[in-house]
């Protein structure tokens, strides 16, 4: 036969494994205990009639939730018992599940411990309320986003900087190696090489090639051409000199009566003959070089002042 001061008594002034010894005071380590401290109106092991509440995990299957609904974190349920199961060890505990409810849990409580001892409802009671304010902290800890702090060893960290410092190193010997074989591959001091990769060196001659060709393209855009200006200018000095050769021909004639016919002819005829020599050396140059034409109507030009020359000397010796 059980009875509950006989157990009180070993258990608080002998061995307990759930008692937990502190500065503060003596705390009850068993999941049953309804308040958490190791005194006689709280032993679960003490008191043949016994009430807790506690907690279990829950899944999607043991809900009835559609799928993406915030679920609770845990389901509540009510532990009572009595003395009449304590000679069967696997059915001491009758347990009831509680609603998420606030209000309605309480009233299941009151409902299921109605004839039992105040203190024992009021701490049931007090336990729901504590549990309830828990889980609803943890379903907001839940929601919120916050940072997560990851530790990387510092073996680790070392040996990366170790293998980029050398692979580094080894690039710049590389490219340094590779640099000098081509200029030596360049002054053909090697001559005739049959197992050197012949595939980079013509990439590389490629590059090079692209490179002079664009230091070309600035040369080129770069040149400075002089171009004659002043060919207008001479074309309107020629025919003043020709209008010139005209009023001196007509007061010539109006002052010397005298001039001979043949003298006039000779003149007409040099001029016939000097145009046709330009227009000829015109179109020669025409079919050469398309460009050359303002040139040569320079020198057509002083060649018909030569010819006016020569004809105000003859005027000045008929004279």
């Known amino acids: 036969m059980q009875h509950d001061e006989v157990i009180w008594q070993v258990i608080r002034?002998?061995?307990?494994?759930f008692m937990a010894k502190i500065e503060?005071?003596?705390f009850c380590r068993n999941p049953y205990n309804v308040t958490g401290i190791c005194n006689r109106s709280s032993c679960p092991l003490a008191n043949s009639r016994y009430a807790t509440i506690r907690d279990h995990d829950v899944t999607l299957l043991d809900l009835d939730l559609p799928v993406g609904a915030h679920y609770p974190l845990s389901v509540f349920y009510l532990y009572m018992k009595t003395i009449e199961r304590a000679h069967q060890p696997n059915q001491l505990w009758e347990r009831v599940k509680l609603p998420r409810n606030y209000e309605k849990a309480l009233e299941?409580?009151?409902?299921?411990l109605m004839y039992w001892p105040k203190f024992l409802v009021h701490k049931t009671k007090q336990r729901l309320t504590k549990m309830t304010q828990m889980r609803i902290r943890m379903r907001k800890l839940a929601l919120k986003t916050r940072e997560k702090i990851m530790t990387t060893?510092?073996?680790?960290k070392k040996r990366e900087a170790r293998r980029q410092e050398k692979a580094e190193k080894?690039?710049?010997?590389d490219k340094s190696i590779e640099k000098e074989l081509l200029e030596r591959l360049k002054k053909g001091v090697y001559g005739d090489i049959y197992n050197y990769p012949a595939e980079k060196y013509n990439e590389i001659l490629d590059k090079e090639q692209l490179a002079a060709s664009d230091l070309e393209d600035d040369e080129e855009e770069a040149e400075i051409e002089y171009v004659e200006g002043y060919d207008d200018l001479e074309?309107?000095?020629?025919?003043?000199?020709?209008?010139?050769l005209a009023i001196n021909k007509f007061h010539t004639g109006d002052d010397d009566v005298?001039?001979?016919?043949?003298d006039e002819e000779?003149?007409?005829?040099?001029?016939?003959?000097?145009?046709?020599?330009?227009?000829?050396?015109?179109?020669?140059?025409?079919?050469?070089?398309?460009?050359?034409?303002l040139k040569k109507k320079a020198r057509v030009l002083v060649e018909v002042r030569v010819e006016q020359e020569d004809a105000d000397k003859r005027q000045e010796a008929v004279h």
């Open 13 to 17: 002034h002998n061995h307990c494994s």
């Open 153 to 156: 060893p510092r073996k680790e």
């Open 258 to 262: 005298g001039v001979d016919d043949d």
């Open 235 to 244: 074309e309107e000095e020629d025919m003043e000199d020709f209008g010139g």
């Open 170 to 173: 080894a690039a710049v010997l």
């Open 24 to 26: 503060t005071g003596k």
């Open 108 to 112: 299941i409580i009151d409902k299921h």
């Open 266 to 293: 000779t003149v007409a005829v040099d001029r016939k003959r000097a145009r046709r020599e330009s227009n000829m050396t015109l179109r020669k140059l025409e079919k050469d070089e398309p460009g050359a034409k």
